[in-house]
């Protein structure tokens, strides 16, 4: 099987026969004018040369195409480099470039080795299909063409970006003997206890000279200053990846393509659960993330800015693999841990892990990510999504009525979801209720 | 194809009415460039211009050359593409067949590179888009080779005006050559073989 890369065209034919025809007519009417119009379109039908190479015959190979990832412009910017290098010759080369949820763009661009910047922009998170290039080299005049040579770029992970939070609610229960905030054990810390007779185990440097003085001038008892201990918090991020829906409703079953310029329910995920981090790991605390979408080992929670490198991979891999099992158990939470669960809460699930939580004792804050959805024109939609919303609304009222926190993160709720935090701690600390601050 | 454009209309309703928006553009940064409707909407002037001009040239009935110039342009614009242009090319030949400035009509100097240039547009307008970017560069690329086609055969033109209507010793033995040459350039170029 000849396996052939350049071929003639229908220009050549047409150009070749057309001319032929004209110059027969000119011959027959014995018009020398009339002949002449068919002299150009058969010449460059048949001549393959062209300046520099006026001897040259028609291209022979394919033309090199390739796309090399480069560092986008801005935050959402996804750039590569397009090379192209055609074979010697071929006179122009027709490149059309197409991303998932772009209109393509087509570009004819001179025959020479050539590095064509590609950028398309896009506010989804996670593992992103991007440019796929299809490129066609033509020959001189358009008589000749190659085959099609198809390039597709690897898939790039877009992490998810973070909102600046100020503060946000941490457990009152604190672990450890060191970490930003203050517990209520005695240890080395800062903020005094109280002062108390020396005991054995007390520090020699903890006498508190002054006291011991004034109580007991011949310091027949020194006297220390005891501090209450530092610790940190612990939060795990449980995002719900069961769920990937859209503003649009007719997206909804899976089959339409879902908009690159609108956040789905999951990139607000990601985009809320990297904001937590970021503040949380900003403080000092521990953070840890899990994901209800995939049986795996959730990441344990730590501290740093590496880790916090760790929890942006992980929400940017976190996706439903194949059709999530219902869970017969909350995932499992070290002790003491608040759980940030985000949720669209289009289904009981949420529900049950977060009562199942708060009876072993984990505050939880719910965060509803469920975008902005725009009606449907369709009736049997619009009746479907009545009847889904009804539910929604219902969950997350009980939610509220059983003292879950929830945040909205969507639409514009997004931008005050950091003051609703803020009050959250703040009441936290008026309270002393189930969540408290950093 | 009534089906295709009614799902493309269906498609573009969508995209442009029901999302409010229609979808980003992939961003190719590309040197000056022409969009592709420009090439199109001079390939229909193009062929326009070829016919109405081939019809002055006759002396037919003037509503019959126009009739055939809207025509071809209509088609020229609803499919652009090389049967439009080379059946122009073939029609105003045929209209200039009526010239009555036998035997041979100067308006064929300009006549024959415009049929050109039409036939090199409609190559154009169907392989580019109408929002697609055609580099100049690219077009000056083909500029050049066409040139030198369109500048070959208008030597051949001034040649045939000089000798025309005047008996040339041997011509008819360079006839004979040319053919044999086009014969063989033919046969040598579309032997079968794979390139």
Known sequence: ?438 | MIATVRSRLRAWWRARYETGRPLPVVGVEVAPWLPGWVLRAAFVAGALALLLGAGARTTLVPELSVTLALLVAAWAAVRPGPAPAHVALVVAALLLLGSTEAPFDAATLWLAPLAYLVTRLGWWASHVGARERVELAALGRTAVRDGVVVAASLVIGAAAWATAGRPVAGLVAVGVAALAALAWTVVRRDDGEAR
């Open chain 1, 1 to 438: 099987m000849t396996d052939r890369t350049w071929r003639r065209t229908p220009q050549a034919a047409a150009g070749v026969g057309a001319g032929v025809l004209v110059l027969c007519l000119g011959l027959l009417a014995g018009r020398a004018d009339v002949a002449l119009i068919g002299v150009a379109p058969l010449l460059g039908g048949l001549w393959a040369g062209r300046p520099g190479a006026w001897r040259s015959g028609a291209p022979e190979q394919d033309t090199a195409v390739t796309i090399e990832p480069t560092a986008g412009a801005a935050a959402g910017d996804l750039a590569a480099t397009l090379r192209l290098d055609p074979p010697p010759g071929a006179e122009v080369v027709h490149a059309r470039v197409a991303a998932p949820g772009h209109r393509a763009t087509g570009v004819v661009v001179a025959a020479a080795a050539r590095e064509l910047p590609l950028t398309l922009s896009t506010v989804r998170t996670g593992p992103q299909r991007t440019f796929h290039v299809d490129a066609r080299g033509y020959g001189a005049a358009g008589t000749t063409a190659e085959d099609p040579v198809s390039v597709t770029a690897p898939a790039r992970l877009v992490l998810p970006t973070a909102m600046p939070l100020a503060r946000v609610p941490v457990p009152r229960r604190l672990r450890g003997l060191t970490g930003p905030h203050t517990s209520r054990r005695l240890g080395d810390g800062d903020e005094l206890r109280d002062v108390h007779p020396f005991a054995p185990g007390d520090r020699l440097h903890r006498i508190d000279w002054h006291t011991t003085a004034r109580r007991s001038p011949d310091l027949a008892t020194l006297y220390v200053r005891r501090t209450y201990a530092t610790a940190e918090a612990t939060a795990v991020l449980v995002v719900d990846s069961r769920d990937d829906v859209g503003p649009d409703l007719r997206t909804w079953r899976g089959t339409g393509p879902q908009r690159v310029d609108e956040p789905t329910s999951l990139d607000l995920a990601r985009h809320a659960a990297a904001s937590v981090a970021g503040a949380l790991v900003a403080a000092g605390d521990r953070v840890g993330v899990d994901d209800l979408g995939r049986r795996r080992r959730p990441l344990p929670p730590a501290a740093g800015r590496r880790h916090l490198r760790r929890v942006l991979h992980a929400l940017a891999l976190s996706s439903p693999a194949g059709a999530p099992a219902r869970r017969l158990r909350a995932p499992q939470v070290p002790a003491d841990a608040i759980v940030y669960l985000f949720s669209t809460v289009l289904d009981d699930e949420p529900v049950d892990l977060v009562r199942a939580w708060r009876a072993t004792g984990h505050p939880v804050v719910l965060v509803d990510t469920l975008p902005d959805v725009r009606g449907a024109r369709e009736e049997h939609m619009r009746l479907a999504w009545r009847v889904t919303r009804a539910e929604r609304d219902d969950r997350l009222h009980r939610m509220a009525a059983e003292g879950v926190p929830v945040v909205r993160w969507a639409g514009d709720a997004r931008a005050e979801a950091g003051l609703r935090l803020e009050a959250l701690v703040r009441a936290a600390e008026r309270h002393r209720g189930g969540v408290g601050a950093r």
